[in-house]
């Protein structure tokens, strides 16, 4: 859960390093450092963010250099733990991303063999293995360092007098982007759109020797052939543009995001399609962590509702716990990195002859659509901010395509919901146009220590979500209950000092939302109801109202979490909070 980036090319190495590094921050931001080699090799590294490395750092000449970002999982984010770490000669430096699940073995031999060791790391062991192994043939020494490490990792190397870069993965990402006389490798697109448009996504296992003349992949010690994928991401996604923040930025983004994931969508749809979910299913799992989890839940009530299809939903970090495997004949995944180990274990004990996943993802080539039997990329773009926002909407689309073009949706349905679901960025415009109203809600959040997120049917899921986002930005302590169940224990609980969040959307659950808002006041905490602009007698019983714009209930989760974004993102704001990058979070959890 660390970001990597290597450089070899016609510039100065290391502007394009920290530039790369900087647009990594999302996977781990504890510490950083870098290494250039122009024949000799200089590293540089501590425990700051990039802004202020770049301000310590002397000029390290050169053109070929590798960094990273650290996310500490070994060893506390100190300098020493910073990468690059070297060897005993300081002629071998090594980034790293992953974990060397057997660091402890190798460290005991190599400490035996007289090795030194500086930091407390688990990474240290391969710059060590690798000057173990070496006897002039840097490739050789890297290939059969590589041989004994156990775990995941993506690693890039450089030899102090030695013009090459080489670099592997085995289960955590890396790419290797292509441009005019330059390469640049990192572990995520975002980082290298800047200076290329074509990448590589090395598969499981492949090592590669990068040159000034090109790229030389190898598996198992033949050649192989990867495609190189044209990436059609706007670069000016990657950048705040005025706003204070990405997340500002990309909830702001979600009108835009709408219409791009139904681009092509209407008019298609009537199309005969051979979708996985019309065949004679009897039953479909869902599975994602964090927030695409909380996606699967409303994808469950979408496809239940509509559909008729029983859907199990699976938080992907407990099911790849299980014992006992137990699978519906279609599993669909949602992830927008495409690399979370959960998610990726999950899906690799799936996949049988028998049953065929899909996975809904938003990056392309990610470890997760190579697994999937069938990809939907989502048409989110590069989310740069740790919290998701737009990813989430552009899952929520998706699963909502799904529905709209299966054989089992009623005719009369389809065509009365395809006509709101066609403006449904001009309805999520609408709700972002409230966006002061909505902070000044936040403020009361933001005076709190605690608060509860509530809601039924298919807005319960939403709850979560409102929640999540809150704790992981603002770091209030917040719970996303199903309204009915607090009664069963949480109503202890409530008391003045505690709002309450209420999604009081009409249809179905809109009377049980109105007694639960009651039994919340009755307890003295205060309301804040997020309600359809219609509704004229919630603010009577509410203490605060957000009025959103009317929808049919089966689309409130794409009106209400564009409210609950805001809500946290203004908490925080008020609190004064680090937004995109919240303490001990990153973006893509490669690690179980
Ligand atoms: O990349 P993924 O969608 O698989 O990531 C899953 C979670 O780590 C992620 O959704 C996380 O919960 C977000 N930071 C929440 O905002």
């Known amino acids: 859960m660390c ?147 156990e775990g995941s990792f993506a690693i890039a190397v450089l030899f102090e007098k030695y013009d090459k870069l080489l670099v592997s993965r085995r289960e955590s990402p890396l790419v290797v982007g292509i441009g005019d006389n330059e390469t640049v490798i990192a572990s995520d697109v975002p980082a290298l759109l800047e200076y290329v448009d074509n990448v590589i996504y090395l598969e499981d296992g492949d090592t590669a020797v990068i040159s000034k003349d090109g790229v030389l992949i190898e598996q198992n010690g033949a050649a192989a052939d990867r495609t190189v994928h044209h990436v059609n991401w706007d670069r000016s996604k990657v950048e705040k543009n005025g706003y204070d923040h990405f997340l500002i930025k990309e909830i702001h983004e979600q009108p835009d995001v709408i219409k791009d994931s139904l681009s092509g969508f209407f008019g298609s749809q009537e199309e005969e399609k051979d979708s996985l979910i019309d065949s004679n299913l009897s039953g479909l799992t869902m599975l994602g962590c964090g927030t695409s989890y909380n996606a699967c839940l409303v994808g469950k009530y979408i496809f239940e509702e509509l559909l008729g299809i029983p859907v199990r939903v699976e938080s992907a970090s407990e099911f790849m716990q299980r014992g006992r495997i137990i699978s519906s004949p279609v599993v669909i995944g949602l992830t927008q990195s495409g690399e979370t180990a959960d998610v990726l274990l999950s899906l690799k004990r799936l996949k049988k002859p028998q049953v065929k996943i899909l996975v809904i993802t938003n990056v392309p080539g990610s470890t997760a659509s190579r697994i999937a039997d069938q990809v939907i990329y989502t048409a ?28 089992l949706l009623d005719t009369a349905t389809r065509e009365r919901l395809l006509k709101e679901f066609r403006s449904l960025n001009v309805i999520v415009q609408r709700v972002l146009e409230t966006e002061r109203e909505i902070a000044e809600c936040a403020n009361i959040l933001a005076r709190s220590s605690t608060a509860f997120y509530v809601g039924r049917g298919i807005n319960y899921p939403t709850a979560l979500e409102g929640a999540l986002k809150l704790k992981e930005i603002s770091y209030i302590h917040a719970e996303g209950y199903a309204a009915g169940e607090l009664k069963h224990g949480p109503l202890a609980l409530l008391d003045e000092k505690t709002p309450v969040v209420a999604l009081v959307t009409p249809e179905e659950v809109y009377g049980s939302m109105v007694s639960t808002v009651k039994e919340i006041k009755a307890r003295g905490s205060p309301v804040i109801a997020l309600a359809d602009e219609r509704d004229d007698s919630i603010a009577s019983i509410a203490d605060f109202v957000i009025k959103l714009p009317h929808t049919s209930g089966i689309f409130a989760p794409v009106v209400n979490v564009v409210a609950l974004q805001l809500l946290a993102y203004y908490a925080a704001k008020f609190r004064g909070c680090p937004i995109d990058f919240p303490r001990n979070l990153a973006k893509s959890v490669t690690v179980v």
């Open 3 to 149: 970001g990597i980036v290597g450089y070899i090319g016609y510039r100065q190495a290391q502007p394009v390093l920290l530039n790369c590094l900087s647009k990594l921050e999302y996977r781990g931001y504890d510490s950083c450092g870098i290494a250039v080699n122009n024949g000799h090799l200089r590293g540089f590294k501590d425990a700051v963010r990039v802004e202020a490395l770049k301000a310590e750092l002397p000029s390290l000449e050169g053109s070929l250099g590798i960094g990273h970002t650290r996310w500490a999982t070994h060893g506390k984010p100190t300098a020493i733990n910073a990468h690059p770490h070297f060897d005993c000669t300081g002629k071998v430096a090594v980034v790293h991303n992953g974990i060397i699940s057997n660091f402890e073995e190798l460290r005991l031999h190599l400490l035996k063999e007289g090795h030194t060791f500086v930091s407390d790391t688990d990474t240290e062991v391969i710059p060590h293995l690798i000057e173990k192994y070496y006897q002039g043939d840097p490739i050789g020494a890297f290939q059969t360092a590589l041989t004994r490490l």
């Open 380 to 407: 989110a773009g590069p989310e740069m901010s740790v919290a998701a926002s737009k990813s989430y909407m552009a899952q929520l689309i998706e699963l909502f395509k799904m529905a709209f073009t299966s054989k």
